[in-house]
């Protein structure tokens, strides 16, 4: 059985596998962490990249978007998650980078916050992935608010729900949910749904 290493504190982690569940594919969740458990994890990848994926032909694939890329190319067209269409496809990609940017942001944030002693943190970097993840976030929400509506989850949706949720679960301080009513309106949409419920962040 494919195999999904790592943990669902990991916005990358717990995309992949709420799209696996989308596209139907069977898999085993592994929760293990690139800290508490890195030598562990190390045994499977020594890279200790989350997340790591194990196909059944034991080929290892790791960044969720490569892991996605893989199981979009042999999706059905009723389980695919990004259109087919040129323009629409370019719009949902251009939506997923400023998500992405804005979870790279935030997993900085995170990092300097959290894991670094606060004597050794450097206030100017501190300061510039702070302005590139608002200015992330303002793009990432006008784009939403320009997107037609619909309750079934596609790769913007998953993609957005899951890093909004790390955002405001870590560095609430940092950025003001009120600031971004859209991307918090489509969270608690996609949230409630049973897929997000199945794989919740933890």
Same mark, same amino acid.
């Given at each position: 059985?494919? !195999?999904?290493?790592?943990?669902?504190?990991?916005?990358?982690?717990? &995309?992949?596998?709420? *799209?696996? #569940?989308?596209?139907?594919?069977?898999?085993?969740?592994?929760? =293990?962490?690139?800290?508490?458990?890195?030598?562990?994890? *190390?045994?499977? %990848?020594?890279?200790? !990249?989350?997340?790591?994926?194990?196909?059944? %032909?034991?080929?290892? =694939?790791?960044? *969720?978007?490569?892991?996605?890329?893989?199981?979009?190319?042999?999706?059905?067209?009723? &389980?695919?998650?990004?259109?087919?269409?040129?323009?629409?496809?370019?719009?949902?990609?251009?939506?997923?980078?400023?998500?992405?940017?804005?979870?790279?942001?935030?997993?900085? %944030?995170?990092?300097?916050?959290?894991?670094?002693?606060?004597?050794?943190?450097?206030?100017?970097?501190? #300061?510039?992935?702070?302005?590139?993840?608002?200015?992330?976030?303002? #793009?990432?929400?006008? =784009?939403?608010?320009? &997107?037609?509506?619909?309750?079934?989850?596609?790769?913007?949706?998953?993609?957005?729900?899951?890093?909004?949720?790390?955002?405001?679960?870590?560095?609430?301080?940092?950025?003001?949910?009120?600031?971004? &009513?859209?991307?918090?309106?489509?969270?608690?949409?996609?949230?409630?749904?049973?897929?997000?419920?199945?794989?919740?962040? %933890?």
């Amino acid at each position: 059985m494919i !195999k999904l290493i790592g943990m669902m504190d990991s916005p990358y982690v717990r &995309r992949v596998a709420i *799209s696996l #569940e989308l596209y139907g594919v069977e898999f085993e969740s592994q929760p =293990l962490s690139v800290f508490s458990t890195f030598e562990a994890f *190390s045994r499977i %990848n020594p890279v200790v !990249k989350a997340p790591t994926l194990i196909l059944e %032909n034991e080929i290892r =694939l790791m960044d *969720s978007s490569l892991i996605l890329h893989y199981f979009e190319a042999q999706a059905s067209p009723e &389980r695919r998650l990004l259109p087919v269409k040129p323009d629409a496809l370019a719009n949902d990609l251009q939506t997923l980078g400023f998500i992405l940017a804005a979870a790279e942001k935030a997993v900085q %944030n995170v990092y300097e916050h959290n894991l670094r002693p606060a004597e050794k943190q450097h206030s100017s970097w501190v #300061e510039r992935i702070t302005v590139q993840l608002l200015a992330a976030c303002k #793009e990432w929400n006008t =784009l939403l608010e320009t &997107r037609p509506a619909s309750p079934l989850p596609d790769q913007v949706a998953i993609t957005s729900t899951v890093v909004w949720t790390f955002i405001q679960s870590m560095i609430p301080h940092v950025i003001n949910a009120a600031d971004f &009513r859209k991307i918090q309106a489509v969270t608690d949409a996609f949230e409630a749904q049973a897929v997000f419920k199945k794989y919740p962040f %933890n």
